[in-house]
């Protein structure tokens, strides 16, 4: 089924129909489009004038509903929802990919050493502990020392995985030479895929004691 795209600019609201599939893909397309990250900060300005004119019903001439979507996007993209800050440019969900595809390349290099695990390991979580920070819901107040707290954890459970692993596998003596090279190199994905649960986890804790402030979307004006 081909997703529907809305015809008028809706406020705060996807432009695709998220009631299927196809239109969910292009929705989470458009939230990682890594074409945000080149906004400069007086486009951004612009777009963010032109939804607040929006608001208050007041638009120039020419404004159509692409021009819109294109600066919704590029601020939610850019700002943080709730406290209206730009988020740094490698920890918005845009610059996950490009940011974050060069340290899986380092994760999966071969002939690793235990310094080398560790380096590697420590940047991968560094990196996913500041983009969940970053991306975090601020309707609640996180204290510094739950950041810290929550960073140290999720980095110490991948450098711990990671390096557990690689030293019972040097002190195996039931796996041959191949076998042990071989499982070696697989050592990265449950190191990581089990950290960045701990990492989401102890980072938004607080999220999950607390809760988080709910509210309801108001009708838009019409254009």
């Given amino acids: 089924m081909m997703a529907t795209m809305t015809d008028d ?96 390349v380092g994760l999966l290099l071969p002939n690793q050493t235990l310094l080398s695990t560790t380096f590697w390991q420590w940047l991968n979580q560094s990196h996913n502990a500041c983009v969940n920070y970053c991306n975090r819901n601020a309707s609640q107040s996180t204290t510094t020392k739950d950041v810290l707290l929550g960073y140290t954890g999720a980095v110490t459970s991948a450098v711990g995985i990671a390096l557990g692993l690689n030293i019972f596998l040097k002190k195996s003596t039931k796996l041959k030479p191949v076998t042990r090279k071989l499982v070696q190199r697989f050592i990265p994905f449950p190191a990581v895929a089990v950290a960045s649960v701990c990492n989401v986890v102890l980072m ?10 709910v509210t309801g979307i108001s009708a838009p004006p019409h254009l």
């Fill in 9 to 104: 600019f809706v406020l705060d609201s996807p432009r695709h129909d998220q009631s299927t599939f196809s239109g969910r893909f292009l929705h989470f397309l458009n939230v990682i489009d890594p074409r945000t990250l080149f906004t400069s900060d007086k486009v951004l300005q612009e777009y963010v004038g032109l939804l607040d004119q929006y608001k208050q019903g007041n638009l120039p001439p020419g404004v159509t509903s692409d021009d819109l979507w294109r600066a919704q996007k590029a601020k939610q993209a850019i700002l943080h929802p709730d406290t209206g800050d730009k988020i740094p440019m490698p920890f918005r969900m845009a610059g996950f990919v490009p940011f974050g595809a060069p340290i899986v």
């Fill in 204 to 213: 938004r804790h607080s999220e999950l004691q607390t809760g988080i402030q």
